[in-house]
T-cell receptor, first 111, second 113 residues
């Protein structure tokens, strides 16, 4: 059974800091790994999707990497802003097509 | 363009009642997913539809839960004889094809009293 773990569960940083969120998964046979953000009381917003054949994806200040051999993905946020405050979720998609989610990292960026 | 929509946004019901939750996926998306987000439990998969194939029901927690997708578009998740442990946010997502980005709706918050 695939398990996805996110560390830390919560993170508080000052505005402008670069930060890394971690995601690990137990089964390396995945199709892709996706990062989402969730604002309080809202649904999920897709940030980045990394195919299993890729090593990283970038969108603006966000960079996500994937290392299948070690079962790890990281989300790098550059020059963090208060608007980045949210819960960040990683999820992998394996042979059963469903997404298996971690429990998320709650990020607070302080002005 | 329009995203995934869900209705109702909130639902309060009494234990033992049946509820229906609706999902309108993005037009043209062939794959549709239902997930549940419970406090402290994280997001868990419930059911998945792809085109005309038989749905993957492996995540449904009990036979009180069922879902259908009519005409390859709108989906309805039905919970019969609701229990308090069914209280959660029910999220629907769609993707153009499987293994592509899943786009989520805002969810339906279900509270069973």
């Amino acid at each position: 059974k695939q398990e996805v773990t996110q560390i830390p569960a919560a993170l508080s940083v000052p505005e402008g800091e670069n930060l890394v969120l971690n995601c690990s998964f137990t089964d390396s046979a995945i199709y892709n790994l996706q990062w989402f953000r969730q604002d309080p009381g809202k649904g999920l917003t897709s940030l980045l999707l990394i195919q299993s054949s890729q090593r990283e994806q970038t969108s603006g200040r966000l960079n996500a990497s994937l290392d299948k051999s070690s079962g790890r993905s990281t989300l790098y946020i550059a020059a963090s802003q208060p608007g980045d405050s949210a819960t960040y979720l990683c999820a992998d998609q394996g042979g059963s097509e469903k997404l298996v989610f971690g429990k998320g990292t709650k990020l607070t960026v302080n002005p | 363009g329009a995203g995934v929509s869900q209705s109702p946004s909130n639902k309060v019901t009494e234990k033992g009642k049946d509820v229906e939750l609706r999902c309108d996926p993005i037009s043209g998306h062939t794959a549709l997913y239902w997930y549940r987000q419970s406090l402290g439990q994280g997001l868990e998969f419930l059911i998945y539809f792809q085109g005309n194939s038989a749905p993957d029901k492996s995540g449904l927690p009990s036979d009180r839960f069922s879902a259908e997708r009519t005409g390859g578009s709108v989906s309805t998740l039905t919970i019969q004889r609701t229990q308090q442990e069914d209280s959660a946010v029910y999220l629907c997502a769609s993707s153009r094809q499987t293994q592509e980005t899943q786009y989520f709706g805002p969810g339906t918050r279900l509270l069973v009293l």
